[in-house]
């Protein structure tokens, strides 16, 4: 699963909590209560004056003090008293009142011990009829609203089958949600009454963490795993999706018909799914498997290009692990109103409508990532599932671990070592905050689990063993437990033995140290050479506070010392102290002394290199993560040498490098020609979208006017990528608005919201009240990230309009703000907008100031997203 959640990829579509901290400025995580297991209370009675030897003698009537001991917090895996073996679902739909009209045939056998009974999770169910299949005595049963428990009338064996079946009515309803899983209703009916014109219909689901027993019945843990059919009756007019192969389709008399779909290998119940909907569906194949894009009918051109290289990503992974893709059809969905990222339904992954966009807008900003995520889960997550939440790292570390793997691949070293970094810091930011093990069987809230650690710390971990062991080992290791552990749920243990069996190495130091403890090393190195007696000195001392994490990690990695640009020696070392000195003897005076030069491990470092040497690894380190740390810290040195290296940044052949090292340029007042020109050219000819941006940025700072004028008209004129257009048309329009004028115009129409932004940038800087109707025809349609912005554009030109449509404007807000079927982007963004008018009052305009206090507690009241609720209660 992808996450939109605070930590995770900015690139594919940022948290929903990360959009708010950006928004509001504030970071808020909330934990749940837990009630006490008395169970576990263990209560000694102590003197403790007995235990002070120079104690006075106890008296009759001295009081004791009670000391009461509990056991720390521990979610045990799910006892398993029934093997769940196959799920036959027939399924019809009331949309009008949101329920699931359903018919289960469930096939069970105990798992070990005997049993006359079993346990099933149906959450919300009315029950028509509980039996075995083809008898018509009904069994009886007893329901609590989540689970039913239901009395077989007789003892079965081991090896003893038994089908049951249920005819039941399921209303799902969300009793909760997460930062990562904003709601656990489970299956979703969006607009089911065509209330909403600019909306489709459609029914979704979501079914982890253990959500789908709120739409069908089931044994709703991951340990388990079950085959699947699944019949679905649904208006012709809609086209279906559900997990494993279409079979069949029958048109019924009253103009509906029924799709079968059948799932012959087992999967974990949460990672059932349905997608109905009117929906384009774009064929494509891989190595005779169909491959399939779900997307909206205005999508159908931009399929291909939404999912890109989904055949490509299927060879790669299936070659890179040794294990062919063991699935029999790869599906892809968009819908709306979706309340995650992104989910791996065994081959039927639902996405989010944040990847449902053109080509155009696809450039540089495709949905690579996202896709290799969800794919590569079908070998760890589908294929393997983590048998508890505990472990879930073993999904989705590996998960997050494919982006990476996708990255070097398709874009090379540099571009995955770029998102290496970001994925450490992610993990780094939360640290920040709180800490916990990787295999965490401590938590509050299985949702906790969906988290930096899980994710972002899970890969990273995933990329020091593979730096550890090698290449071919670490891949070899991948097969083997793949291998061994087939359709299967896994521990961590299993993972740690397959890696023992590949590399005949003891690694319970390195799974204990990063998967079962908590924290990351915090390290301070200090370089040194001793020209006497020619010899190069490192040392490290770990920092990390002790209380909270291990005080010495062991980490095997590298030093590397440049004794020029071509002689490079590599010294292999192991830190295993709390503050440890290597030395080396070296044939000449070193350039650069560089600790962890692969820069795999998962640590915060802070050492001294000097200016030169920075210098010295702009130029000649050979990784992304050596001239990214460079440029960081080079940017503020004033010597000629840092300047000169800065400008050769410009030039590095990596675009995140270029770019950096371009925003760190004057702002004002760039004089030399060459650079000039050199900047002219970056925003015409380079060969990334970000880069050509930020050049334009710097094209303030040259003069040439002139100039600069016509290199924004062609700029608009010829680019294709939007992000581009719009900051050429905000410049054009600063050097000259009659010519700028000109371009808006024709570009009112345009749909994309890069455009549209940067529109009403140069509205609001007009303070041209005749341009309000610009905002009002577009403010039906902001509803992702673009309404942030565009709604607080559209806040500041009606202030400066006057009172009047300063109140139409906060009414309009309001009306989003409170509307619970817009998205919460778009909710937020009206939100923010109507604080930041609040903010922007003086104390003398107290009417207006009663009436935004009015609405934002209105606003607060009538919010049903918790996490946005709680927020706003300590915003507002």
């Not at 995955?416 to 640290?431: C, I, L, P, Q, T």
């Not at 969906?450 to 890969?459: L, Q, T």
């Not at 503020?636 to 050769?648: D, F, H, R, T, V």
């Not at 009002?776 to 607080?792: L, P, R, T, V, Y």
Request: net charge negative; hydrophobic share 35%.
């Amino acid at each position: 699963m992808v996450l939109i959640s605070i930590i995770f990829k900015l690139k594919q579509m940022r948290s929903f909590l990360l959009m708010v901290i950006v928004l509001l400025a504030l970071g808020c995580n909330t934990q749940k209560s837990i009630p006490t297991d008395d169970d576990l209370v263990v209560t000694e009675i102590r003197n403790l004056d007995s235990i002070v030897v120079t104690a006075p003698a106890i008296t009759p009537y001295e009081e004791v003090e009670e000391i009461t001991y509990t056991l720390p917090k521990y979610n045990e895996t799910f006892t398993r008293s029934h093997d769940l073996l196959h799920t036959k679902l027939d399924l019809k739909f009331d949309w009008e009142n949101e329920q699931v009209i359903g018919k289960a045939t469930l096939t069970l056998k105990p798992w070990f011990y005997a049993s006359d009974e079993v346990v099933l999770d149906a959450k919300g169910f009315e029950f028509k009829r509980i039996g075995y299949e083809g008898k018509s005595e009904e069994l009886n049963y007893t329901y609590n609203g989540q689970k039913v428990k239901i009395d077989l009338g007789k003892t079965y064996q081991k090896d003893e089958k038994y089908t049951l079946f249920i005819d039941y009515i399921a209303t799902p309803s969300a009793s909760g949600g997460s930062s990562a899983i904003t709601s656990d209703k489970g299956l979703y009916f969006i607009n089911p009454r065509g209330e909403d014109p600019d909306k489709p219909t459609q029914i979704w689901t979501q079914g982890e963490t253990e959500s789908n027993s709120r739409w069908f019945p089931t044994i709703d843990k991951p340990v388990e795993k079950t085959t699947q059919e699944m019949f679905l009756t649904v208006d012709d007019k809609y086209k279906t999706l559900s997990n494993g192969k279409f079979m069949s389709s029958k048109k019924n008399e009253d103009g509906t018909r029924t799709d079968y779909w059948k799932m012959d290998q087992p999967h974990a119940p949460y990672l059932f799914m349905i997608a109905i909907g009117e929906y384009v569906v774009v064929e494509d194949s891989w190595e005779n498997i169909p491959v399939s894009y779900y997307v909206e009918p205005a999508y159908e051109k931009d399929a291909e290009a939404i999912f890109d290289h989904t055949p490509e990503m299927l060879t790669f992974f299936s070659d890179l692990l040794g294990l062919k893709y063991p699935w029999p059809k790869y599906d892809q969905v968009v819908v709306r109103d979706y309340v995650s990222g992104a989910m791996e339904n065994t081959t039927g992954v639902i996405f989010g409508e944040f990847v449902q966009r053109h080509e155009r807008e696809l450039i540089d900003n495709n949905n690579d990532l996202i896709v290799a995520h969800e794919m590569i889960h079908h070998w760890f997550g589908d294929y393997v599932t983590c048998e508890s939440w505990a472990n879930l790292t073993l999904n989705e570390g590996f998960a997050n671990y494919g982006e990476y793997l996708w990255l070097e691949h398709h874009e090379g070293v540099d571009a995955a070592d770029h998102h290496m970094v970001d994925e450490r810091f992610g993990y780094f930011n939360s640290a920040y905050r709180n800490i916990h093990p990787l295999i965490d069987f401590g938590y509050q809230d299985k949702e906790d689990m969906f988290d930096a650690h899980s994710y972002n710390k899970g890969g990273a971990t995933l990329h020091m063993l593979r730096n550890y062991v090698g290449d071919e080992a670490f891949f070899a290791s991948l097969n083997e437990f793949l291998n061994d552990n087939a359709y299967k749920p896994v521990e961590v243990h299993d993972l740690r033995l397959a890696f023992e069996e590949v590399t005949g190495m003891d690694l319970n130091w390195f799974f204990n140290q990063w998967f079962l403890e908590a924290g990351h090393p915090q390290l301070n190195v200090n370089y040194d050479f001793d020209e006497t007696t020619m010899t190069a000195s490192v040392t490290v001392e770990q920092t990390q506070d002790p209380d909270r994490m291990p005080p010495i990690f062991i980490m095997p990695t590298a030093v590397d010392i440049y004794i020029s640009p071509t002689s490079v020696i590599r010294h292999e070392i192991v830190v295993d102290q709390r503050e440890q000195t290597f030395t080396f003897e070296v044939p000449g005076t070193p350039q650069l002394i560089n600790f962890n030069p692969d820069h795999a491990l998962l640590a915060t470092i802070e050492d001294d290199k000097t200016v030169e040497n920075y210098i010295f690894q702009l130029y000649h380190a050979p990784r992304y993560s050596d001239r990214f740390e460079a440029v960081l810290n080079l940017r503020s040195e004033g010597s000629e040498g840092a300047q000169k290296a800065m400008l050769a940044a410009i030039s590095d052949p990596y675009w995140h490098v270029r770019q950096l090292a371009i925003y760190e340029l004057p702002s004002v007042d760039i004089t030399d020609k060459n650079l000039q020109d050199k900047l002219i050219d970056l925003a015409e000819n380079d060969p990334h979208s970000a880069v050509r941006s930020a050049a334009l940025d710097k094209l303030r700072a040259i003069g040439r006017d002139a100039e600069v004028i016509e290199v924004t008209k062609r700029i608009i004129s010829k680019e294709r990528a939007y992000p581009v257009i719009g900051d050429a048309l905000q410049l054009l329009s600063e050097k000259d608005k009659t010519e700028a004028a000109k371009y808006v115009k024709t570009l009112e129409s345009e749909e994309n919201w890069d455009i549209i932004n940067a529109i009403a940038a140069i509205y609001v800087e007009s303070e041209d009240p005749s341009h309000l109707p610009f905002f009002e025809q577009k403010i039906k349609d902001a509803d992702g990230w673009e309404a942030i912005s565009f709604f607080g554009s559209y806040m500041s030109l009606a202030e400066k309009a006057g009172t009047e449509e300063r109140d139409k404007a906060l009414d309009n807000l309001f009306a989003i703000a409170t509307d619970m079927t817009q998205s919460v982007w778009g909710r937020v963004g009206a939100a923010a907008a109507i604080n930041n008018a609040r903010k922007n009052l003086l104390p003398s305009d107290g009417a207006t100031i009663l009436k935004l206090d009015k609405m934002l507690s209105e606003i607060k009241e009538k919010e049903t997203n918790p996490q946005l609720k709680s927020i706003y209660n300590q915003q507002f």
